[in-house]
C-alpha cells in the first residue's frame, strides 16, 4: 500500500500522560499535514510542513502540541499532558504544493 | 483569514434525486477549492477540485462542483443521487474545511 499511514491507530491514555503519534506520507509528497476531527465537525487544521520547515501552525494549537518532520518523510505529532478535551481523530495528509491531499486513516485519540 | 461554511448538516434525499450541497468560503486572494467524500468506515478522498479556468468542475461518481466568484460560492450537485452516495461531505479552501454535510440516501 503506498498511501498515507498513521500509527497507532487507536491510542487509549490517562489524563496527564504524553502521546506520539506517527504518520509516514506517500512518498513523493513533500507537504504532510495533521488535523484533529471530532464527532461532527470538519478537519481541523493543525499545522503542515513543506520537507522538513513547519510553515503554519494554527492559533489554536496550544503549547503542549508540538510536530516535527526531521528528515522530510514521516512526521510525528506530539500531545504532552494530555486533557479530555484532546480526544479526537488525528488526521494526516500529503501532497504535492498546491494539490488535493492524501489523507490517512487517522488516529483515534481517547483521554481517559 | 480564510474560513469555509456549509449550509446544511444533515441531508436526506430518496434515490433518484437531485443534490445540491453549498459551500461558501471567505477569502479575498486566488483559491483552491476542493470537495471531498468519506464514506462510513473510509478515509477522506477527493471528489473533485478547481483551481482556476472552467468554473463548472466534474469530478468522479458524477459530481459536479461550480465556482461562482461573485457569490464565494462552490457548491457541489448531483443529478441523481445513488443510496451509495451516502457519506459525509467537506468542503474545503486549501487547508480549511468546513463542518461538513450529512447525505443519507434513502433507497
Known amino acids: 500500500d503506498t498511501g498515507v499511514s498513521q500509527d497507532p491507530r487507536h491510542k487509549i491514555t490517562k489524563r496527564g500522560q504524553n502521546v506520539t503519534f506517527r504518520c509516514d506520507p506517500i512518498?513523493?509528497?513533500?507537504?504532510l499535514y495533521w488535523y484533529r476531527q471530532t464527532l461532527g465537525q470538519g478537519p481541523e487544521f493543525l499545522t503542515y510542513f513543506q520537507n522538513e520547515a513547519q510553515l503554519e501552525k494554527s492559533r489554536l494549537l496550544s503549547d503542549r502540541f508540538s510536530a516535527e518532520r526531521p528528515k522530510g518523510s514521516f512526521s510525528t505529532l506530539e500531545i504532552q499532558r494530555t486533557e479530555q478535551g484532546d480526544s479526537a481523530m488525528y488526521l494526516c495528509?500529503?501532497?504535492?504544493?498546491?494539490?488535493?491531499?492524501?489523507f490517512g486513516p487517522g488516529t483515534r485519540l481517547t483521554v481517559l | 483569514a480564510q474560513s469555509v461554511s456549509q449550509h446544511n448538516h444533515h441531508v436526506i434525499l430518496s434515490e433518484a434525486a437531485s443534490l445540491e450541497l453549498g459551500c461558501n468560503y471567505s477569502?479575498?486572494?486566488?483559491?483552491?477549492l476542493f470537495w471531498y467524500v468519506q464514506y462510513p468506515g473510509q478515509h477522506l478522498q477527493l471528489l473533485l477540485k478547481y483551481f482556476s479556468g472552467d468554473p463548472l468542475v466534474k469530478g468522479i461518481k458524477g459530481f459536479e462542483a461550480e465556482f461562482i466568484k461573485s457569490k464565494f460560492s462552490f457548491n457541489l450537485r448531483k443529478p441523481s443521487v445513488q443510496w451509495s452516495d451516502t457519506a459525509e461531505y467537506f468542503c474545503?479552501?486549501?487547508?480549511?474545511f468546513g463542518a461538513g454535510t450529512r447525505l443519507t440516501v434513502k433507497p
Open positions: 512518498s513523493e509528497h513533500n507537504r
Open positions: 477569502y479575498g486572494g486566488t483559491v483552491n
Open positions: 474545503a479552501l486549501d487547508m480549511r
Open positions: 495528509a500529503s501532497s504535492l504544493p498546491g494539490n488535493e491531499q492524501f
